[in-house]
């Protein structure tokens, strides 16, 4: 019996961990920032189950981002930015040199809200960052 609830215990913890490893963590204070980055937004997507931007990132400073780097933003449901709902992180594998730009998509989606409820939601706080 007792070799049951160590298995059950050990599978729950397992679960719990991927669900954690799959989760953006945004805002965090322990990156990197990238400097001289400029964000442009484009195409937003709401299904019943997801908030999807998409948008380009250009490298304005005169370094090469070299890779592992990251992109993030927190989406709130309107652009009154009162209720954060979350947010994504991208990454990416490749360098981008001075005045190039890169394309990106974030997408946040979450059991806790309907994401259909949120036709006009909005994203800021984007940043580019080492980890």
Not at 65 to 80: H, L, R, T
Not at 104 to 117: G, P
Request: glycine fraction near 8%; proline fraction near 2%; aromatic fraction near 16%.
């Amino acid at each position: 019996m007792k070799k049951h609830a160590f298995y059950f215990v050990l599978a729950g913890l397992f679960i719990w961990t991927a669900g954690c490893l799959n989760s953006p963590v945004t805002g965090s204070d322990d990156v990197q920032e990238i400097s001289n980055v400029e964000f442009a937004t484009g195409e937003k997507t709401v299904t019943a189950t997801s908030l999807t931007i998409k948008g380009t990132v250009k490298n304005t400073g005169s370094s090469k981002i070299s890779p592992v780097w990251y992109i993030e933003g927190d989406f709130y449901a309107d652009g009154n930015f009162d209720l954060k709902l979350g947010g994504d992180n991208q990454q990416f594998t490749f360098s981008l040199e001075s005045d190039e730009s890169a394309a990106w998509t974030l997408t946040f989606s979450s059991t806790q809200f309907s994401e259909a409820d949120y036709p006009d939601f909005a994203v800021k706080n984007f940043r580019a960052y080492y980890k």
